[in-house]
Every structure is written in structure tokens, then in C-alpha cells.
């Protein structure tokens, strides 16, 4: 049981290594994001990444992201790949990147199979092969190793040990694994954000390529990319009836600081932003929301805001509560208890959303 360092209070849904609770961070921000800050210096430090976004005065601008790094002579951005050499900015591209892929046989545990072609036929015969689950087809799941956010809950923290030293890949060779059973390509990490110029560019020349065939382009971020690349990531996911799924990680500015190390009004206007395009195409949809409920954390009050933010945007966007599994900096939390779990799906639907559900259900307890 953790003890919070401003208020003193223990309790078992606290973070040990985040060090304040939930009370803390809404009324006392500023000497609660102080502790945070710790926390988040730490867990970068053990990695070998930047503790903060860079911000040298003589160095090279890399604008992909929120972060906007201003990377100094022979340094790395927040991300752990973008390289100052020479005064030019290295280390990923349009041509190459950091990442790893594997297919996946539909339908898929996606957070949005329930509403999308592969896992529904939604969209059938344009964006779907069947009507119903495109059994005997496949995902092409791309894993970028790197992330612009540090979430100390990261479900998939690993990748922090290969962002620097792995390889890079090119596009074609990713090109290499679509074939004619897969029929979409989602990409997901970390997050796409640090790399989204390859993403793009593998996603425009696998489409060339397969030009009769049904390929979805599908997308999992944290939406803190620059918007100009979120507009190209929209066309693609409408234009081949796949999807981009937003993780919202938290309504209120300084609990998202606080747990992921990163302000969170980029995502907010990304996702506004993304949802202008639903009309386009609303079958099948093409934005789909995700929150993870972290306990302790995550409450019906932070759902009910999210929601609130979205419903207004549009109540038919697919909103999935998803259950908790401690890891990485965050491994003493529970597990996501059902009462929760149940009062956010509560708040979600009294805030307007039309479409929402409690994924992982298996997790909880």
C-alpha cells in the first residue's frame, strides 16, 4: 500500500512511483506535477531517453509531434530516434523506421473490431470481403518502437530497450508481408506519432500496389501528432474504410501531465479535428475512442468529461472503457475492479454517447 507524498494518505490504488493521489493532482497541481516530474525523469533516465523534450537554442527543430523538440548537435529527441548530425536531423524517415510487425488472423482483438470491417463486415462489399467477421484473413499489426508520450501505466514499455539500438526497416520491406489475405494494415506501438512519415508513405505504396484489393488503413496513437499529418492519416483511413483509434488517456490537463509526462490539449484538438471527417464515411467509422481506466486514476468523473468532449463532437463515435493490467512503473495498481468499471460506462452514456462498452471485461475483478 503507497503512501501519497503531499497528503500523506495510503491506500492501495495509488501509485508508489508516481507518489500522489488522485485528490492531490486535481487540488494541488503544481506540487503534485513537481512529484510527477520525478517519477517521469526516472523512468527515462533508465532507458537512456531525454528526461524532458529537448529545447537547445542552437539546435534542430523536429515538429512531428507535440513534444517539437529542438534537438541539440549529436543529441536524440523525446522519442529516443530523431538524431541532431550534423545539424540535420537523422536516425528514422519517409523510407525507413524503427519497428517490428507480425500478422494477425481476423478477427482481431482490436479496440475497434467490434464496430470495423474485419471484425463486422461493416462497410461490405467496399471495405469488407464478407458480411460478418473476415475469418481467413489477416492484419498486418506494424509496432513503431517509439513514443512521443511516457505513460507510466505503458501496457507495451519494452520497446524503451530497442528504440535506440534496433535496426531499421525499410518500406519495402514491409511491403514484402502484404499479400492478398491481408486485408488491413493497423499501426500501433509506442505510437505511430514519431513516425508517421513512413507510416504514411508504406501506407500510400501498399494501396498503390494492391490497387483492386480491400486493404484498411488503421491507426492506434495517442494523437499527438502534428495535424497536418493527422489530416493525411484520416484520408488514408477513409478513403480504404479503415479506422484511426485514439487512446484518451484523461480529460484533465494535470492528471494526463501527471501520468503520461505530456499535456494532453494536442490530443483534444487532433481529435476534434479527426472527427470533422465522419461524415465522409460513418460506415464503417472511421474515428474510435479508447480510455484506459487506470484505478485510483481514472474515475466516472474523468469518463464523464471525455465523454462529454466527445458526445458534443459526436455522440455515434464507438467509446471502449478499457480495463487495467498493472505494468512497467505502475505494477503495485490493481487491477481494474468491475464497480468501476460499470460507473464509468454509467457516466459515459448519461454524458451522451451512444455507442459504448466496456472492453477487457475478462480483467476486471
Known sequence: MAQCKLCNDKAPDISKALGVCLACIREKPQQALEIAEGAHRQSRIEFGLPPLPP????????????NSCKIGKNRIGYCGLRQ?????????SASRANLSWYHDPLPTNCVADRVCA????????????????????????????A??????????????????????RSVRDLLKNV???????CY??????????YAINASRAARDKHKKDILRICWETNGSMNPKLLNRMMELAVSS????????????????????GVQNQRTLDNFARAAAHVDRRPCPPPLVASSLLVPGYIDAAEVAAIAR????????????????????????????????????????????????????YHLLV
Open 241 to 260: 474504410g479503415g479506422c484511426v483509434k485514439f487512446d484518451l488517456k484523461a480529460w484533465d490537463d494535470n492528471l494526463h501531465t501527471a501520468l503520461t
Open 55 to 66: 529545447d537547445d537554442p542552437d539546435g534542430v527543430r523536429c515538429n512531428l509531434c507535440v
Open 147 to 168: 513514443c512521443s508520450f511516457n505513460c507510466l501505466f505503458c501496457q507495451n514499455w519494452h520497446f524503451k530497450s530497442d528504440s535506440i539500438s534496433s535496426p531499421t
Open 179 to 185: 499479400d492478398s489475405t491481408t486485408s488491413c494494415i
Open 188 to 197: 500501433f506501438g509506442g505510437d505511430p506519432s514519431p513516425q508517421l512519415p
Open 84 to 92: 541532431n548530425q550534423g545539424g540535420r536531423l537523422a536516425g528514422v
Open 309 to 360: 468532449f466527445i458526445a458534443d463532437l459526436d455522440p455515434d463515435i464507438p467509446y471502449s472503457l478499457l480495463a487495467f493490467h498493472p505494468q512497467f512503473y505502475m505494477s503495485d495498481l490493481p487491477l481494474t475492479p468491475k464497480h468501476l468499471a460499470n460507473q464509468c460506462l454509467t457516466a459515459a452514456r448519461e454524458a451522451g454517447l451512444k455507442n459504448v462498452r466496456i472492453g477487457n
Open 118 to 145: 474485419g471484425g463486422t463486415g461493416a462497410g461490405y462489399p467496399d471495405y469488407a470481403h464478407r458480411q460478418g467477421a473476415e475469418s481467413g484473413y489477416k492484419n498486418l499489426a506494424v509496432f513503431f518502437q
